[in-house]
Each structure stands twice: as structure tokens, then as C-alpha cells.
């Protein structure tokens, strides 16, 4: 069982920047692939990021790419979304989620966080 709390969300302006983090108990936390996804209203679940157990695979959607960066601190239990160049069009609820398999589809995860807010304002 895992069990992940994002934080880090708020409201900014466009062109700047947040980073969000999500903790994870439990000690297989660094045996999972890691994923943050986000939901605007109206709209359904995307993919955003994702980043194997290891580190060593990582994979953006074409609308985030050359602005977020996904990483992760297995020692920590942490999985982190920098975000830059933020869009108004960026804005959604932002989750984290866990599986046991790296990916962009959200059925291959089997954790989810409860999401964090971002709005971005023009």
C-alpha cells in the first residue's frame, strides 16, 4: 500500500514558475514508476509526466515538454513536477500517482494522491 500527498500548488501568474511535490509512505516507494497527471474543469484526466522507479526513463506530454521537469528522490519518498513557463491553459488539478509500471496511461497506476490546485492567470 501506498498512500501519496501532493502539495505545492497555488496561483500564479503566466510565465512563472511552481513546483510540486508529492510524498509517498511506505518503503517500496523507490520499486514504483511515478506519474503526475492532471483534470481541468470539464475536460478528463492527461497525462503530464512520468518517470520510471530508477530515474532513468522519463517521458513528457508534447504540451509540457521543454518546461516541466519530473525527477524523483527515492530517499525521501518524493517525486517532485517543476513547473515553468506556466499557460493559463496549464491550469487543473494536478495528481501524483504510483504503479508498477512507467507509462503515460492512467489505468497502469494503481495509487493516486488526493491532487493539488494549480491556476495560472493571464
Known amino acids: 500500500q501506498v498512500q501519496l500527498v501532493e502539495s505545492g500548488g497555488g496561483l500564479v501568474q503566466a510565465g512563472g514558475s511552481l513546483r510540486l511535490s508529492c510524498a509517498a509512505s511506505?518503503?517500496?516507494?523507490?520499486?514504483?514508476?511515478m506519474g503526475w497527471f492532471r483534470q481541468a474543469p470539464g475536460k478528463e484526466r492527461e497525462f503530464v509526466a512520468t518517470i520510471s522507479w530508477s530515474g532513468d526513463r522519463i517521458s513528457y506530454a508534447d504540451s509540457v515538454k521543454g518546461r516541466f521537469t519530473i525527477s524523483r528522490d527515492n530517499a525521501k519518498n518524493t517525486v517532485y513536477l517543476q513547473m515553468n513557463s506556466l499557460k493559463p491553459e496549464d491550469t487543473a488539478v494536478y495528481y501524483c500517482a504510483a504503479g508498477p509500471a512507467y507509462g503515460g496511461r492512467a489505468s497502469a497506476y494503481d495509487y493516486w494522491g488526493q491532487g493539488t490546485q494549480v491556476t495560472v492567470s493571464s
Open positions: 511506505g518503503r517500496t516507494f523507490r520499486l514504483y514508476a
